[in-house]
T-cell receptor, first 115, second 113 residues
Framework: DAGVTQSPTHLIKTRGQHVTLRCSPI?????VSWYQQVLGQGPQFIFQ???????GRGNFPDRFSARQFPNYSSELNVNALLLGDSALYLC??????????????FGQGTRLTVV | DQQVKQNSPSLSVQEGRISILNCDYT??????FLWYKKYPAEGPTFLIS?????DKNEDGRFTVFLNKSAKHLSLHIVPSQPGDSAVYFC????????????FGTGTRLKVLA
């Protein structure tokens, strides 16, 4: 069975540009969450979507947006990129909407470098 | 405001011995805890979890202990193997309307052959 797949795996963008990251969850999982991991830190929550609805949002600026499609895949969009947006962006899928009492499974991540 | 703390950035253990990784939390609303392992250039891999109604959960070589009064959990790996060398993240979540994990900063485990 395919796990969580993310594309692209690596990306280099220039400051001020826009980026779209994509995620396909595990088959049967309806919840997708996005996390940002900068070097030396743990993943930081950005968004969670369940059944195409936003269920949670972390402390990130409005430049960050996301959506979930009818097939439960998801996109994370970041506008007006800053150098500080350089990070590993992780997508996680889970069966339930709540992150309590259920484990989430992560993709391999997209390494975004902003220059 | 670091709600989940892993105070040891790194740990070295001899192969075959026990590895003990520690995690502290401050939010008493957390009721579910997880450990993830991460290799370079890969996403975190789920290892083991524990609900706050338990104080121990075991899965093969991995055991997680939860001390709610101390707001402390630990991951024991016995016996440690060189393939266990990775960064280990502790994560916590609350069932009270939140939809996210809060992660610690990670502990890099090195198992020496």
């Amino acid at each position: 069975d395919a796990g969580v797949t993310q594309s692209p795996t690596h990306l280099i963008k220039t400051r001020g540009q826009h980026v779209t990251l994509r995620c396909s969850p595990i088959s049967g999982h309806k919840s997708v969450s996005w996390y940002q991991q900068v070097l030396g830190q743990g993943p930081q929550f950005i968004f969670q979507y369940y059944e195409k609805e936003e269920r949670g949002r972390g402390n990130f600026p409005d430049r960050f947006s996301a959506r979930q499609f009818p097939n439960y895949s998801s996109e994370l969009n970041v506008n007006a990129l800053l150098l500080g947006d350089s990070a590993l962006y992780l997508c996680a899928s889970s069966f339930l909407s709540s992150q309590s009492n259920t484990e989430a499974f992560f993709g391999q991540g997209t390494r975004l470098t902003v220059v | 405001d670091q709600q989940v703390k892993q105070n040891s950035p790194s740990l070295s253990v001899q192969e075959g011995r026990i590895s003990i990784l520690n995690c502290d939390y401050t939010n008493s609303m957390f009721d579910y805890f997880l450990w993830y392992k991460k290799y370079p250039a890969e996403g975190p891999t789920f290892l083991i979890s524990i609900s706050s109604i338990k104080d121990k959960n075991e899965d093969g070589r991995f055991t997680v202990f939860l001390n709610k009064s101390a707001k402390h959990l630990s991951l024991h790996i016995v016996p440690s193997q060189p393939g266990d060398s990775a960064v280990y993240f502790c994560a916590a979540s609350a069932s009270s309307g939140t939809y996210k994990y809060i992660f610690g900063t990670g502990t890099r485990l090195k198992v020496l052959a």
